[in-house]
């Protein structure tokens, strides 16, 4: 497993803060990613946590900035051993430097943190890497040329720090095959608002449509869906291995998406967590801004994979 792998890297030296607390507190973003943050990662931290014999605090900020900064007020009161936090448009923040100040080490789960004493996350840059390679194995399958095939770029929302890197890594590997964005969309992962974007960006062009990069499955869906109406199927990119990303994969109308298995990620954040919560002070090799990077291998998903996996 790759969360093993990755692990077994990490040196430990020294003792963390000092702190008798064995409480690990958690943030949540949002409850409305269905199938990710409730019913995934908020079970899988807790029992591989309270396994270990540690209490663990999770709680949900429900897409709301002001709530966020209200738990983290809550929890440190109560007592924090460590902080693993997944940021919301940037409220990570603010709570990452109240628990520096109390001394309370923290973890930033899947999205970076500025402030964080750690990283744990899927290597992003890599994604964005597959995501490009995606649009190219997809123009040289339908025999466009790179450097002149009309694609339209799209990313995720800015005020997530993941967004910049998928698009960093994408753009590395499309601009290295001579390609050249025909128009680029505004950033979000709304996917109902991508949709919108989507439809300027092709009236934009004419409807001269070779290839969209797509930030995520969700996002990748709704600009299908403008495709379709308009009777194109063309590479398309996504993330998040999603039941709607891999039946479009499976229909030919999405290239691939990636697959990024959220267990891995909660195990590896927890054996963090709790190597702080036992003193301990984990190194990794690679460092994010300067903050240690634990970077878990994601995976490219495409249709013959998915169905070699299936047995058809």
Not at 76 to 105: H, I, N, R, T
Not at 244 to 265: C, I, M, S
Request: charged fraction near 20%; charge should be negative; include cysteine.
């Amino acid at each position: 497993m790759t969360a093993v792998v990755a692990m077994a890297t990490l040196g430990l030296s020294g003792c963390a803060a000092d702190s008798t607390s064995t409480r690990a507190c958690v943030i949540l973003p949002d409850a409305d990613s269905g199938t990710r943050w409730e019913p995934g990662d908020r079970p899988a931290l807790e029992s591989a946590l309270t396994e270990a014999g540690y209490e663990a605090d999770i709680q949900n900020a429900g897409s709301d900035t002001t709530k966020y900064a209200t738990i983290g007020d809550q929890q440190l009161s109560k007592g924090c051993g460590v902080m693993l936090l997944v940021d919301f448009q940037g409220a990570g923040v603010s709570v990452a430097a109240k628990a520096k100040e109390q001394g309370v080490p923290v973890i930033a789960y899947d999205r970076p943190i500025e402030g964080a004493d750690y990283y744990v996350s899927f290597d992003n840059e890599v994604v964005g890497q597959l995501q490009g390679q995606m649009i190219l194995d997809g123009l040289a399958a339908a025999g466009k040329d790179p450097a002149t095939a009309s694609v339209i770029f799209s990313s995720g929302d800015p005020a997530d720090g993941n967004a910049a890197m998928f698009l960093k890594g994408a753009t590395d590997v499309l601009e290295a095959a001579g390609v050249t964005a025909a128009f680029t969309m505004e950033g979000t992962w709304d996917g109902a608002k991508a949709g919108t974007l989507f439809e300027q960006a092709f009236t934009a062009v004419d409807g001269n449509v070779d290839a969209v990069l797509a930030p995520n499955d969700n996002n990748a869906a709704s600009i299908i869906a403008i495709l379709d109406k308009n009777g194109l199927t063309v590479p398309v990119s996504g993330q998040d291995a999603s039941v709607a990303g891999l039946q479009n994969v499976l229909l030919g109308k999405q290239w691939a998406t990636v697959y990024k298995p959220f267990k891995v990620e909660a195990k590896a954040a927890a054996d963090l967590a709790i190597q702080i919560l036992k003193g301990e002070k984990p190194t990794f090799e690679k460092s994010n801004n300067g903050v240690p990077f634990l970077a878990l291998d994601p995976i490219a998903t495409t249709a013959d994979l998915v169905l070699s996996l299936i047995h058809i």
